[in-house]
């Protein structure tokens, strides 16, 4: 199709003034808009009439105009079909082509329109290729030998009929689909204990805009949050967009001690099924320490149900924890969930479960940010839940996790012996500690260069000088038969560092 006419009357901008002739001026625009990969290869220039038309010169000067560029090689004439760009000469910069647009003046100073601690948060940084690795071992992707494909689809196009498409394509304002209001009550949220109303969820996007929509609500510049220290990497970076008070609790062999919450912090943010990112379980007596404190000192706590989607033991076959939502008495318990990690992370959608009053502001706020997550989407994943198909994924989930985590332990323990596997012993991650003086930095470099992904420690550390040697290996992304080899390849990567050779 030919180009939109208001792109074109954008770039041209012609002057009897600037000292050039209109030709050299259609021609420098031109030369320019592909420069800048403005024009892709595939899209037809104007014709010559109808670019005359549009910048108001005669239809001779852009003939002339398009045969030099044609003769320079920027251009190439197709007969009956047009001028199109010559894809030979096409810069590229990582498949993208560089825009460097005009500019008049200096332009904003976004350094100091934007905060600094923005730019100073560190996160945790996945490679965008990481499926052309042999052996990822990344959290909190799937893999798609188990994506249940043909549901999913049926699902969609369930969701696609035109009595479905009535229920959805209106404006819900701050409302959600109330289908899956009734799934996530029903068949999602009893698993874990929780009996609530439908006025105490609401459907986010995802875990972290969750996280997001909790911390403009309740968070103001001095507000005190305590949160597990190693611990959620994108939680802090959330909390210390809001606060210049995230301070870190430590966190040992049964998770987050209560008894060590600052007196001054109102509100504890925790994992405690699978705690991010050692995986250990907080027992039931620190869950009630945890209640009592926030009975006693008038708190909050905001429970992500990290990892829980797999909750059994599964190594040690004892029977799941109860969430700590189930067993808060006084609605000081905002429960944040997520279907990222059993259905796919790209869909991102998540909840959140809280006392009616909290959850009418939070619809508030949502919808100022971007009213409500899609409600075809919401639509797709409720029939999804409605026909079982979820619990049956979550099953075939924990067999396929509960196989990989198995051989992951066993080859770390032939080929990287003197690394702690961590406390944790279930989820879908392993947290690793390597000998005194380990840089696991260095580590996930030298692994790369073996087609191996770990994720580094350090990142999940209030001081990220003070855990060097730690680091994280996920389990669901990669295939069962690459597990020892990947191993064994991260062994030869960690040979060649200095500590270990010595």
């Not at 044609?70 to 001028?83: C, N, P």
């Not at 990290?306 to 808060?328: C, I, V």
């Amino acid at each position: 199709m030919r180009s939109d006419s208001a792109m074109w009357a954008g770039l041209f901008q012609m002057s009897m003034d600037s000292g050039q002739t209109l030709q050299a001026q259609i021609r420098q625009t031109v030369v320019a808009a592909i420069l800048n990969g403005q024009i892709p290869a595939a899209q037809p220039l104007p014709s010559c009439r109808t670019l005359a038309r549009h910048i108001n010169v005669a239809r001779g000067t852009v003939v002339l105009a398009y045969q030099h560029l044609v003769d320079q090689g920027f251009l190439i004439a197709r007969e009956r079909h047009g001028h199109f760009v010559n894809p030979d000469i096409l810069p590229s910069l990582d498949g993208e082509a560089s825009v460097e647009p005009a500019r008049e003046g200096p332009g904003p100073d976004w350094s100091s329109l934007v905060p600094p601690r923005l730019k100073k948060l560190q996160a945790l940084d996945k490679p965008r290729d990481w499926l052309s690795y042999r052996y990822p071992f990344v959290y909190g992707q799937f893999d798609p030998s188990l994506f249940p494909t043909n549901e999913w689809r049926e699902c969609v196009r369930m969701a696609l009929g035109v009595r479905e498409i009535y229920d959805w394509a209106a404006d819900m304002v701050d409302k959600d689909d109330p289908l899956l209001i009734e799934q996530i009550r029903t068949r999602i949220l009893p698993r874990r204990g929780i009996f609530a109303r439908s006025d105490e969820v609401v459907v986010t996007l995802g875990a972290q805009n969750g996280l997001f929509l909790l911390a403009s609500l309740l968070l103001r510049k001095d507000s005190a949050v305590a949160m597990e220290d190693p611990g959620y990497p994108d939680a802090r970076l959330i909390f210390g967009l809001h606060t210049d008070r995230v301070v870190p609790v430590p966190v040992d062999a049964k998770g987050l001690d209560p008894s060590q919450i600052p007196e001054d912090c109102r509100i504890v943010f925790c994992t405690p099924s699978h705690q991010c990112p050692t995986a250990a379980r907080l027992p039931i007596a620190r869950r009630q320490a945890l209640l009592s404190w926030a009975g006693a000192s008038d708190g909050l706590i905001i429970e992500d149900d990290y990892d829980s989607q797999l909750l059994d033991d599964m190594e040690s076959g004892e029977a799941a924890l109860p969430a700590l939502k189930s067993l808060d008495k006084e609605g000081r318990v905002v429960f944040v969930g997520s279907l990222s990690k059993t259905l796919a992370p790209g869909l991102r959608l998540g909840y959140l479960v809280g006392d009616a009053d909290l959850i009418a502001d939070l619809r508030r706020l949502r919808r100022l940010m971007l009213r409500h997550p899609p409600a075809n989407n919401q639509r797709a994943v409720a029939i999804f839940l409605s026909l079982g198909h979820h619990d049956a994924l979550i099953r075939r989930l924990s067999a396929s996790i509960r196989e990989k985590r198995q051989t992951l332990r066993a080859a770390l323990s032939r080929h990287l012996p003197d690394f702690d596997h961590g406390p944790g012993r279930a989820g879908t991650s392993l947290w690793l500690q390597g000998p005194k003086g380990f840089d696991a930095d260095r580590l996930v470099e030298a692994a790369r260069a073996e087609s191996v992904i770990v994720e580094p420690g350090r990142v999940f550390h209030a001081d990220p000088r003070g855990a060097g040697n730690t680091f994280r290996m996920g389990v669901t992304a990669i295939e069962m038969r690459r597990i020892e080899d990947g191993v064994r390849a991260l062994a030869r990567a960690a040979s060649g560092l200095p500590l270990l050779a010595a």
